[in-house]
């Protein structure tokens, strides 16, 4: 069987017929001329060369597949996906309690089925909170991980390929939960997201705890009105108040690790404004900040790897060694690109605040709103449109810094 990463995780297991038959199953429906070539089939049994040979071949394959606009968004690949999930995890499909948690704490409890999907899923909580069904384009589900003091660290967005019950109890540890958060970059959607009763007290939620967890950085004026309007429960004045604050909407990353301005340097992530912004510890102690422009970046990847001299080869590397990288390429001059990498467990979600910030930079171009970003599909799920598309990495693996030790690039 093979092992499919995604997002960093392994997601399942997989044997050659049943991605022989998904192929199949997509050339039926789209055309051989749109679906990637497939691993051909061999008659004698696969030598240890040709069997990590064929490997490459079905990553490749699986990678490609995903990019296409088409094929990647398609149900017939979804499904796929979740299927091979489930089984792999051996959740059998039954009714479950899911406990879903919101900005403020709260926990909302949902009765689901192990096999509902994650709009399912999110259609179920905002259905538990009276949420209008045109708002739930405007929330997401991510999967965080609670650290001591009580804030959360971001794993990443969930997926419509993923079934949340699935990846939440296959990592087996209770640190792990599921958070309801509104899932848009630009605060001119907050005037939508209030004009309902519920929007209006998850908006308001959500920027308490930030405020409160330092994400937004509020002086001791600040402080104090805010304070006041909160005794007033003034929510939408309280929200208008916050939307003028630095780092307002923006989502704050663990410490890490970038090789920008010079190697080693630690750093302080956050997203938002279109624009990832760097506070970055100088190795003179001195703090400097920064921003990176999403609409300078020609492109960026995500690679992990794993040191080559560790242990013994094909012996599975040890969680601590795995490496994950966020590179982009940024135009920092009219004719300079440069490429600036952050080491961060959160690379993943990084690039898909990179994607969404994109995504939706493309549906304000193109005149459309963001209740239009989501459409109903003929069974009722509700899917991204194309412009999830609007900009590709190239599938490079190797590195941007050559003078690193050698590493085996894994995805």
């Known amino acids: 069987a093979y092992n499919i990463h995604v997002n960093g995780v392994l997601h399942c297991r997989v044997r050659y017929s049943q991605l022989l038959g998904l192929h199949e199953q997509l050339r039926k429906e789209y055309g051989a001329n749109v679906v990637p070539a497939f691993p051909p089939k061999k008659i004698f049994t696969l030598t240890p060369a040709e069997v990590e040979q064929r490997r490459e071949q079905l990553e490749k394959y699986m990678q490609a597949v995903r990019q296409d606009p088409t094929l990647g968004g398609s149900e017939t690949f979804n499904s796929f996906l979740r299927k091979a999930q489930q089984e792999t995890q051996q959740i059998p499909t039954e009714e479950v309690v899911l406990e879903v948690l919101l900005s403020n704490g709260q926990k909302v409890k949902v009765t689901i089925l192990t096999s509902d999907q994650t ?3 999110l259609e179920a909580v905002a259905s538990k909170l009276d949420l209008p069904d045109d708002l739930v384009g405007y929330f997401s589900l991510f999967l965080v991980r609670e650290t001591k003091d009580g804030a959360f660290s971001f794993v990443r967005k969930l997926q419509e390929f993923e079934l949340p019950y699935v990846s939440v109890t296959s990592l087996h540890n209770p640190e792990f939960r599921i958070i309801l958060r509104k899932s848009y970059w630009d605060s001119s959607y907050d005037d939508d997201v209030m004009e309902h009763r519920v929007g209006l007290n998850l908006l308001y939620a959500q920027t308490v705890s930030d405020i409160e967890h330092g994400w937004i950085l509020v002086n001791k004026e600040q402080h104090r009105q ?12 309280f929200i208008r108040l916050a939307q003028t604050l630095k780092y307002y909407g923006y989502l704050k990353f663990d410490p890490c690790v970038t090789d920008f301005p010079e190697k080693g340097c630690h750093v302080v992530v956050s997203a938002g404004n279109n624009e990832l912004n760097f506070q970055v510890r100088l190795p003179s102690e001195q703090i400097k900040e ?15 790897s794993v040191p080559m001299s560790n242990g013994p080869s094909g012996s599975s590397p040890g969680k601590s060694e795995v490496k994950l990288e966020l590179a982009f390429e940024y135009l920092m001059s009219k004719d300079r690109l440069q490429w600036v990498t952050i080491t961060s467990p959160q690379a993943i979600m990084l690039s898909i605040c990179l994607q969404s910030m994109v995504d939706e930079l493309m549906v304000k171009k193109s005149g459309g709103s963001i209740r239009k970003m989501f459409r109903r599909r003929g069974n009722g799920a509700l899917r991204r449109s194309d412009s999830q598309q609007a900009v590709k990495s190239p599938p490079l693996l190797d590195s941007p810094d050559a003078s690193r030790e050698p590493m085996a690039k894994l995805s």
């Open 119 to 121: 709009e399912d899923v």
């Open 226 to 237: 805010l304070k006041s309007l909160q005794e007033k429960v003034s929510k939408k004045e």
């Open 290 to 304: 920064g921003s990176f422009k999403v609409t300078r970046m020609r492109c960026w990847r995500v690679t992990s």
